[in-house]
């Protein structure tokens, strides 16, 4: 037997792998039933030839509302065949469509499939777009997922609120979704007046309710038994922490099946440990590889001396933080600079990479308040030392 057959041959724990991948969409959304009510509320008056409002969601990352949207949309189309209602709907991911003109190109190639619109220009587009709207008099509902990504976000915003002053007959209605607190404050007022007729905020999932989410989905994953329910509450546990993050606890339950899969074992606590930390890890090396050279040693100087214990390791108290003093981090940047062949930056500069990498995530920092030694800044690592300094050293090979 060789690795093919051995691998063929070989007893999984899965029944449907597939079901915990991130493209899966459930038939059920547990803890969701009153946003999907409600969405489901504001887009009925469509089936009936009517206007509806435009919506808005805001929702931390990993709290349904792809999900949610989505769901609603089929339910919206099974609507439309049963009462044979003139309704049409287009799903954009705004990551991948970031402007005005690639967001209309998506939408008259929809419209009219058996055409080619490429380089043409958006004015003509939208010409082509109106012309379909008001001669078949459709209610066009248009998802813009993750709309914090268009660049010309007011424009689009603008002209979609254009196009229905000027339709006699038909109606474009917006859902807007977005993860990005700061991105209605960036908005023009006029945009953020259309786009939030209605205003919908998913909260984070608590332990719970993940617990609950998981479970549906690890039924139909894995074989009956192969999935113990402590692993699966250890998941929820930690994705709860993560802000309530529903993606993040499916991560590290699929990551925790492959691995138990590979074993050959039910999923176990222990797997989902061992899926937390190569989740983390992967989050930092992703992170890390985007870095630029003098950011990336200015971690590895913090990294180190965590692991070195510092100068100051009992500050942080009870908590036990190990935090390091903004002067001693310098040092030690200066120092890895000279051992790496490169040359130190200003101390403003320095200032600088600590900004961006607080931006990334990578560390926080805390100003010492007075008392301990003046007024100084306190820097903490937000992972784990080893996985940070081997992540930055495979960079620098
Ligand atoms: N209530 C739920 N029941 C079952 N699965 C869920 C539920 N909520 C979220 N999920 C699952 O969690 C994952 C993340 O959900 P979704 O993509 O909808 O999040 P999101 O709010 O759109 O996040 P982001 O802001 O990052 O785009 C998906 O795989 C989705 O199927
Ligand atoms: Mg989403």
């Known amino acids: 037997m060789d690795v093919f057959d051995r691998e063929m041959s070989r007893e999984t724990i899965f029944k449907d792998r597939n079901v ?86 998506k939408i008259a190639e929809i419209l009219y499939p058996d055409e080619n619109f490429m380089g043409f220009a958006s004015t003509h587009l939208y010409d082509r777009i109106m012309d379909y709207i008001q001669n078949t008099g459709v209610i066009y509902v248009v998802v813009l997922d993750e709309v914090d990504q268009v660049k010309d976000v007011d424009d689009l915003l603008y002209m979609l609120t254009r196009a229905n002053d000027h339709l006699q007959q038909g109606h474009i209605a917006i859902i807007g979704i977005s993860n990005n607190v700061t991105f209605m404050d960036k ?34 994953a894995f074989k009956p038994g ?35 899969d590979e074993k050959g074992e039910p999923v176990s606590d222990i797997h989902v440990k061992q899926a937390r930390s190569a989740v983390e890890e992967d989050i930092v090396l992703d992170l890390i590889s985007t870095l630029p050279e003098h950011p990336a040693i200015v971690l590895y100087a913090i990294a180190s001396l965590i692991r070195e214990g510092g100068k100051y390791p009992t500050l942080g108290g009870e908590s036990g933080e190990k935090f390091l003093f ?27 990479y600590l900004k961006e990498l607080e931006m990334m995530g990578l560390i926080t920092l805390t100003m010492s308040g007075k008392g301990i030694r003046g007024n100084t800044q306190l820097i903490k690592l937000a992972f784990s030392p080893d996985k940070v300094l081997s992540a930055i050293e495979k960079k620098f090979e």
Not at 328 to 350: G, I, L
Request: include cysteine.
């Open 326 to 352: 903004s002067g001693e981090v310098y040092e030690k940047y200066e120092k890895v600079c000279r051992e790496w062949a490169r040359k130190p930056r200003s101390a403003r500069w320095y200032r600088e």
């Open 20 to 105: 915990l991948s991130p493209h899966y969409l459930p038939d059920h959304l547990p803890h969701r039933e009153a946003e999907i009510e409600r969405i489901m509320k504001i887009l009925a008056p469509s089936l009936k030839g009517k206007k509806p409002n435009n919506i808005f969601i805001y929702g931390k990352t990993g709290t349904g509302k792809t999900a949610t949207v989505k769901h609603v949309i089929d339910k919206l189309i099974q609507a439309k065949e049963k009462y044979n209602a003139n309704v049409g709907s287009v799903y954009i991911n705004c990551r991948t469509h970031n402007r005005k003109y690639q967001i209309l190109l």
């Open 187 to 220: 908005l023009d007022p006029r945009s953020k007046s259309t786009l939030m007729q209605e205003e919908m905020v998913f909260p984070p999932y608590n332990a719970v309710q993940l617990k609950s989410i998981l479970s549906e989905r690890v039924a139909q």
């Open 226 to 260: 192969m999935c113990k329910d402590s692993a699966l509450e250890l998941a929820a546990a930690y994705a709860a922490q993560e802000s309530g993050d529903a993606r993040y606890a499916l991560k590290l339950i699929l990551r925790a099946g492959d691995i138990a």
